[in-house]
């Protein structure tokens, strides 16, 4: 018993003294890390010509800068962007002063780092010249150590318009192109789109830092996934190291996980660029999965720089493990496009992601929280990163390896030509470059694409002859296409990240050819542009839709924030600022006659082309997944707005849910039951994309508005997993023969444990057409800690209900739904207000409001919201 208990004493001992050696390593390692300071104070900017200084943010731009200083007024309210052109015309400058610390002069070396420019500056320290930016997508770095004092360094940028370098470009190529902008890195959403204001930007848009080192720092940690499986994974860390010396040095990574690994290497570094490469293999990884695949598992890592056993610097970040292949190969169709993730086929289903502001640097953490948990609540496993815009910032890419977000990642090139001189072509390489291996380490990034539509643009827009191009015109501007999308962007990905897929132009084909149907990926404009039923979108189903939309107006909050209320009505000027499309009030008014009443208060409105929108990107959602494996992806056209505006978002600028937003949020789930009919069948669908095999009820009855039912069955099904089981019944034996207007069939999903799974409201006419009778409804409203718990009922079936608290901020769990007469229905809002008399302020509309069965495409009144 002694020897036993010395024995653990013995044992305890020398794992304290393991623990304390740690701890003491640990704690007394030496340290020659880099020092980073960021220059964000005291920083001071005036327009050219003017001596008058005003305070200024950095990261930051000019216009909010004004705005700031009450120079000008908001950007965003009434028609005020017209008469804030005048910024965009003028140069700006930027200053302020800086010490540089005693420690950081001791350095060997000292770089600038200027992460984002917008766009064309002169910079300079303490008046002498080091850097003149013209690329908004790159960083600079520049070394200035034998530059800086220790006190008061002047640091100074000049920020030109880019209109007269444009002018002054295109002179010099001596060929117009379809668009001005594509002279110049600058993000082309800003000067101007069918969605968007026209605000020509210029400022520090991303940091400025001082980085200092002695003998040697890391650059870059490439986490190259060599082999990703269920049993095992081999990784490889590609370490490039900047060193001013000669010497041998040790690098050493850990991953932090399920299981940890560590491993360390020696390299004997040179002067200038050194590469090192650790592999290593992992077994029984946890692999990452997309939304709704699985769980979205990430490892830390660390990689460290020893010399000496001096630590001399570190890089940290997360990866996911997961083998993605984008599979585009000829077959019996034409040619497949789709995404198969740890070996299992996905069906792609997201929207297309635009900036959040034009001013990008008021888009906080919480912005991009907010959009990202928002696409996974609603069921997206992919985000298209649009070409029009910017790369994001790191945020963006980290919250979509965090929710399991896919992202389709275009380059920053939409819709436009682009020359093809030297300078530029080096420029376009140099950003590639920085953001390629930027965002390589991503979990997230599914694909590259070369660019948005300039292909589709030069084959089918007629640019040549509205340009007046000769031969050798056109000759100059495709090659100048080959060598940015056929030769440098591939040659890039190849070089820095050649695991991922490279599509060159998106689409593949423009909607008006067959083989957008066929082959690749397709955007479908003929419902919209083409203005064709939304009945099309039934037989249009491609191969990949990686665009296709309609608009409806943003939440009253939202039309609130940029008109008055006597401006609430589509003849003002400030509604017609905001609506930027040139036809798109027009187009909105004839579908909506097509489909639905058109109410005659403008409230009322702007609620019906919510409806508007959902009912028929709904529709063709529900096409694209019944077709798969046909067709593998549906990303709609747009997910977010830059601005306050009438625009294709199912998001607007403030975050608030169209219609559309919470019918994607259904349409997207994994298991999903869809109901059609044609004049003589009625089909049900039974679309299973979860891991799991499905045991299920389907309750199915057919009904009038009151609580009349004509037929009612229940049966029972098996659907596979990744599945899809579909049933066929004949019309004129579950139906009765007449007043399909007063009829709805609704069909609920079930699984074996009688969990409801989904459940769908299948109408025989159109919403407009519907002989829906008034509702009287019951509410209950109980306080609870995320805010408020609502239960409704109605007297009759009531369509479209939409719930809304005016004046008060929140978020509905479920809107817009339908009621079936006598049902309890059951939604949260979600707030951190308390709301005085919440039944008296919960204000409730639907479609019964506006249908009784009379006649589509009644006259307009004016739309005055008074």
Known sequence: MQLRTRTGIIINLIVLILISIFFV???????????????????MFHMAGENRQYPAKTPGLVHLDLFENALIPEPFFAS??????????KSWIYETYFNASREMLQKKNIHFVFEGLDTFADVFLNDELILQADNMFVSWEIPIKDKLKTDSNFLRLIFYPPGKLIEKRQKEYGIQLPQARGFVRKAPYQFGWDWGPRFLTAGIWKDIQILAWNDARIEDVFIEQDYVGKDSARISARVEIESSVFAEAAIEIEVKGKPNRKAKQKINLIPGGNIARISFSMPDPQRWWPNGMGDPYLYDYMVKLHLKEILLDENSGRIGLRDIRVVNAPDSIGESFYVEVNGQQLFIQGANYIPQDNFLTRVRNQDYKKL????????????????????????????????????????????????????????????????????RNHACIALWCGNNEVDEGWKNWGWQKQLGYSFADSIIVRQAYHDIFDSILPAVIHQYDPATFYWPSSPEYGWGHEESMTHGDSHYWGVWWGVEPFETYREKVPRFMSEFGFQAFPSLAAIDSFAEPKNQHLDSKAMKTHQKHPRGFELIDLYMQRDFPIPGDFNAYVYMSQLLQAHGIGMAIEAQRQAKPRCMGSLYWQFNDCWPVISWSSRDYYGNWKALQYRVQDLYKNVVLIAGSTEDEIELSVLNDSQEKLQVTIHMRIQDFGEKIYFDSLFKCTVESLGKTAFIFIRDCIMPTRGECKLVLITELRDKKGRMLDSDFHYFCKPGQLFLEPVQFKTEIKKIREGYLIRLEGNHLAKCVFLQFEGHTGHFTKNFFDLPAGHNYTTRYLTEERINDPKENLKIICLNEFVNGKPLGRKRVHLNKY
């Open 25 to 43: 390593r640990e704690c007394c390692e030496t340290k020659d890390l880099p020092v980073i300071r960021k220059l964000d104070q005291h920083w």
């Open 80 to 89: 005020n962007e017209d008469s804030l052109q005048w910024i965009g015309e």
């Open 372 to 439: 990202i948990k928002d696409a996974a609540q609603s069921n997206m496993n992919m985000l298209r990163v649009w070409g029009g815009g910017v790369y994001e910032k790191d945020i963006f890419y980290d919250l979509c390896d965090e929710y399991g977000l896919l992202v389709w990642q275009d380059f920053m090139f939409a819709c436009n030509m682009y020359p093809g001189n030297k300078e530029f072509l080096v420029s376009i390489e140099k950003e590639a470059e920085q953001n390629v291996k930027r965002l």
